[in-house]
């Protein structure tokens, strides 16, 4: 569990905005690599890891498992007099979160901003009743405008500052956990397959640009153009506002994609693992399960049957997400069940 | 002839099939086409695709109708037992209000409740179009666990009409987008053809051409005809506008639609077919709808592409009306197309 | 140059008729390149091989049309857009079919508050009748905005002018082609206002090394508009971002850097357009490395665009930078 709470704090804590993975990419790039025979990147940034399978048929079997490293973020759209960075929303925010928010513009280097807005006083009755909308705010980085001229240009990405914290009950709390959950349950997946010899081959990959369109998962299902693909992602946690109705409980397990976007087979077998091995699961209906990586990936070619298995998450696309570690866990013993089942298919 | 494609419609109307889980309408429409085709193949997404040998092998003609129709998906069963669910495909609103349903596997009957007339009259409840997402489904379960004995969270549901022959030159059932293109598609397999013909029966039509786009990829046609049912206007209307399309005027012609326009050259090919036959034949309103071609069009190198359709009232509702003679003229004029294409020159 | 551009606004080119246009830049074309070819959609293809990467420029050639969906009794026509014309853009238009015909947009009587919707609109011929209707149009025409391109010291005022001058910039690089080591194939796609759909036919099977596609942006420098982005004469657009897709920094830093060692203005684009043929491409081949430059303009889509000739030379400037490097030195 230490083990785990270490690799998601570096996860959380890392920058990708969707288009500039980098960071991320070098932290999941170390992460897998113990357990993969070879791990790349190609040339829009997604991370590749190779694990070889047992089999000796030809053509081998493939088997794509898929988490997006990218994260929801701002971009800065121009500089203001005095300094103060306009900026847009790169995937879907919630402009009340950011009043009052922390950020880091990623300039020439790494800028601590504030998002601000019209001081109260100033604002009129109006004004101070309603909410404000992206164009109203601004960052804030505190430094003189000839300076931030030279530092930041439109165009840069910011990144939420979510400060990393564990909560009772194997809960916690932090920025970008929608997919970095993921992307953990998939390195703990790679973990456990490693040590379980499959015959399949796998592929693990962070995925870019989900948050925008799903470029990376189309890039990484024609390279590797597997015969299943199993999507990692998150879903809303039940909380006050968020009823059963609508989302899943913490700590019961990931949630089972159905849906256009799911194979009815590939399911079939993802609940089979999941009894098999006692790992809770809950089942998520929707029309298309799985964000923009699913929908990319099954109707990539000639279509790849899909799973999708998500983690529950509260406040998603703030700093303040809420996951359940177990639930990580969970994933990552369903996931690795799953392949190290895989003899026949379809 | 008549009485073999009203068979054919019959069990392909009556088989369930809403979009994402076409699994028996696959097997019914499967089955009857297996003794007819060479090949006949199952894909990621579902789609079913069958290659009849011809005597030519060329232009590569791709010929496709869709399996699924719309209905519902089962999102929730509220602790009283009552079914909660999200609508799949275009179905509007204000159809399925107190309408009786078969849900899942097992095909248990259920109702879209109301609250009844009398209750909400005072307060005009009437005048308010309900949303699915307030609405539920009865199936008559004591609480959620007696309902589980039954059904499932991710089941789906289709309206519950059964085909029926009006006597009066009318047929009614339901789905018939596009079971009507499913029944000349398998019936077309099982003539001889001039070409080698690759069918596709695709699914996920109704929620964005999806099967169709991985379809497309893997048949590469160079020609393409959708074959649909499409919603004919012929209601009482007072303004001049055009009624999109007629029932009884024969199969319905497409310039373009929403997902494409098609290829000026195949049209002209199409109505020179009609022509030559003495089949009747009418052209849609321009830029309705979307069909399969939109997707298949685009695959690899591009296709030339069309759209035959036979006109219907109230697609996408519980019931839908058809004309025989239409079925009957939009028949004739598919396997007439086939055999013009397969005479044409293309140029490459 | 002008007098190339202004010929090619004064052909119509609706979605799906692009014929005639792509005819006269093929005539244009041929003389300078190495190979010119059109595929089954009419996407026109022009080659200068190289050694070196693969190269991709791509723009299309169609604008926003409408489509005749009705002809009344009474000889008036029913019709919809093809493309996003708004409504409000199509009123009053002066519009002209395929065959010539010319007509005027209208609306029916309604509610002065309300905006009027394309149902409430129809165009009038002057026909005297239905009969009459019937002998100049057929339902499925296609009609154009029928706007003359004028041009008053820089300044270019027509329908469809962004594509045009776009179309007419590949065929001045093509003209004074700067011996480029890379394999350039240009892109003159059809049906790009309907969702790039031919740039995904005339894309398949190139798997360039870098896509770069050329657009119209939209500019905020016209009353009531925020002022603080986006203007004519500032030169071209480097795409940053677009409702559907990223520019990897990697292309936005190498264009920008073109733009600056070269000494050419630009402006960076922030948009929440959606990206049309520029999406289409960047899905190619499963993934291609993309970059977007736009031509400012005023008013796109409608019957009467404006862009600078200032700009344009600017966009010409920094393509041809563009092709007399070496990709295969910045980084692809």
């Known amino acids: ?346 | 002839m008549t009485h073999r494609l009203l068979e054919a419609l019959e069990a392909f109307s009556n088989a369930l099939g809403v979009s994402g889980n076409e699994g028996e309408v696959r097997e019914t429409i499967a089955s009857r086409i297996r003794p007819h085709v060479d090949v006949l193949e199952t894909d990621a997404l579902g789609n079913v695709i069958a290659t009849k040998k011809g005597p030519k092998d060329s232009p590569r003609l791709v010929l496709s109708a869709h399996m699924d129709e719309v209905g519902f998906l089962i999102t929730h069963i509220e602790k009283s037992g009552f079914l909660r669910f999200a609508k799949v495909g275009g179905i509007d609103d204000r159809v399925i209000l107190a309408k009786p349903l078969l849900v899942g596997p097992k095909r248990i009957p259920g109702v879209i409740g109301t609250k009844p007339i009398h209750l909400i009259f005072q307060k005009e409840g009437h005048k308010k179009v309900a949303k699915a997402e307030d609405l539920y489904i009865d199936i008559g379960a004591k609480d959620r666990e007696d309902a589980r004995r039954l059904v499932e969270v991710g089941d789906f549901a289709a309206f519950a009409t059964r085909f029926q022959d009006l006597g009066n030159g009318f047929v009614k059932g339901k789905a018939l987008d596009d079971r009507l293109g499913c029944t000349l598609l398998a019936l077309l397999l099982e003539e001889d053809l001039p070409l080698i013909l690759t069918a596709v029966f695709s699914t996920q039509e109704e929620v964005g051409l999806r099967g169709a786009a991985v379809a497309g990829f893997r048949t590469s046609p160079q020609i393409m005809l959708a074959l649909e049912g499409t919603f004919a206007g012929d209601f009482p209307e007072e303004r001049d506008v055009s009624r999109a399309a007629v029932i009884g005027r024969g199969p319905v012609l497409t310039h373009q639609d929403r997902s494409m326009i098609g290829d000026p050259l195949l049209l002209e090919t199409l109505i020179a077919a009609a022509e030559k036959e003495g089949i009747p034949y009418q052209f849609k309103r321009p830029l309705l709808g979307g069909t399969d071609a939109g997707r298949m069009h685009l695959s690899r190198s591009g296709a030339r592409a069309s759209v035959i359709a036979v006109p219907a009232r109230y697609i996408h509702a519980p019931v839908a009306l058809v004309k025989i003679e239409d079925v009957v003229n939009t028949y004739r004029l598919a396997k007439a197309a086939i055999q013009a294409i397969a005479d044409k020159d293309w140029p490459s | 140059m002008t007098e190339l551009l202004m010929k090619l606004a004064n052909t119509d080119a609706p979605s799906g008729l692009e014929g005639k246009l792509c005819d006269l830049i093929a005539y244009e074309a041929k003389p300078h390149a190495d190979e010119v070819t059109t595929d089954l959609m009419g996407n026109l293809l022009v080659r200068k091989r190289g050694p070196g990467a693969k190269l991709l420029l791509a723009c299309r050639m169609d604008e926003p049309a409408f489509c005749i969906t009705h002809i009344d009794r009474k000889g008036f026509l029913r019709f919809g857009p093809v493309g996003a014309i708004s409504s409000g853009n199509a009123l009053g238009a002066r519009v002209r079919l395929s065959s010539g015909v010319v007509g005027v947009i209208r609306e029916e009587k309604h509610d002065p508050k309300t905006e009027t919707a394309y149902e409430q609109m129809f165009i009038d011929l002057g026909a005297k009748g239905g009969k009459e209707a019937e002998c100049l149009v057929k339902v499925g025409d296609l009609a154009c905005f029928a706007s003359e391109a004028r041009e008053r010291k820089g300044v270019l005022i027509g329908k469809a002018l962004a594509t045009r001058a776009l179309c007419a910039a590949l065929l001045q690089i093509l003209k004074s082609f700067p011996g480029s080591v890379n394999d350039v194939t240009l892109a003159f796609t059809v049906q790009g206002e309907l969702s790039g759909r031919g740039a995904v036919v005339a894309t398949w099977g190139l798997t360039p090394a870098l896509a770069v596609v050329l657009e119209g942006c939209d500019t905020e420098d016209f009353p009531g508009t925020k002022g603080a982005s986006l203007a004519l004469l500032k030169g071209p657009a480097i795409l940053v971002k677009d409702k559907e897709i990223m520019i990897s920094p990697l292309v936005r830093g190498f264009m920008m850097a073109v733009a600056l060692e070269d000494k050419i203005p630009y402006q960076l684009e922030v948009s929440e357009a959606p990206a049309l043929d520029a999406r289409t491409v960047q899905n190619a081949s499963g993934g291609t490395l993309l970059g977007v430059l736009s031509l400012p303009v005023r008013y796109r889509r409608t019957p009467y665009e404006i862009i600078t000739l200032n700009d344009w030379e600017n966009l010409i400037q920094l393509l041809h930078g563009i092709l007399s490097r070496d990709l295969r030195q910045k980084g692809f």
């Not at chain 1, 397959?193 to 081959?201: A, G, I, T, Y």
């Not at chain 1, 990319?296 to 509260?314: F, H, N, W, Y």
């Not at chain 1, 013993?333 to 003899?343: I, P, S, T, W, Y």
């Open chain 1, 1 to 346: 569990m230490d083990e785990l709470i270490s690799l998601l704090q570096k996860l959380s804590e890392a920058s990708g905005p969707p288009g500039s993975e980098g960071d991320i990419g070098a932290v999941v790039k170390e992460a897998l690599t113990p357990f993969a025979d070879e791990v790349t990147q190609d040339k829009f940034g997604n991370v590749i890891a190779h694990l070889r399978g047992t089999q000796t048929c030809e053509p081998r079997k493939k088997i794509l498992l898929a988490a997006h490293m990218d994260e929801v973020a701002l971009i800065i759209t121009r500089i203001d007099e005095g300094g103060y960075l306009r900026f847009a929303e790169l995937g879907g925010l919630d402009p009340r979160i950011l009043l009052g928010a922390e950020v880091t513009v990623h300039g020439r280097k790494p800028l601590h901003g504030f998002v601000g807005t019209k001081a109260p006083h100033l604002q009129t009755k109006e004004e101070s009743s309603r909410v404000m909308d992206f164009e109203e705010l601004f960052i804030d980085v505190a430094l003189p405008s000839e300076e931030v001229e030279k530092q930041v240009r439109p165009g840069d990405a910011a990144t939420l500052i979510g400060c990393f914290t564990p909560l009772q009950n194997s809960l916690v709390s932090g920025k970008a956990l929608d997919d970095r959950a993921g992307v953990a349950a998939m390195i703990q997946a790679l973990k456990l397959l490693k040590r379980d010899s499959p015959s399949w081959d796998i592929y693990a990959v962070a995925t870019v640009q989900e948050e925008i369109s799903g470029l990376g998962a189309l890039a990484s299902t024609w390279s590797s153009v597997p015969d299943i693909a199993v999507i990692l992602e998150t879903t809303y946690g039940t909380a006050p506002d968020v009823s059963e109705r609508e989302g899943f409980d913490l700590g019961q397990g990931p949630a089972l994609g159905m849906g256009m976007t799911v194979h009815h087979g590939v399911t079939r077998k993802l609940k089979g693992a999941a009894q098999k091995t006692g790992v809770s699961y809950q089942i998520e209906v929707g029309l298309y399960p799985g964000g923009k990586d699913a929908v990319v990936i099954q109707l990539a070619k000639e279509g790849i049957p899909t799973g999708v298995l998500s983690i529950p998450v509260r406040n998603m696309h703030t700093p303040v997400e809420v996951a359940s570690l177990e639930d990580i866990v969970s994933t990552a013993r369903l996931m690795a069940a799953f392949v190290a089942d895989l003899k026949e298919w379809p």
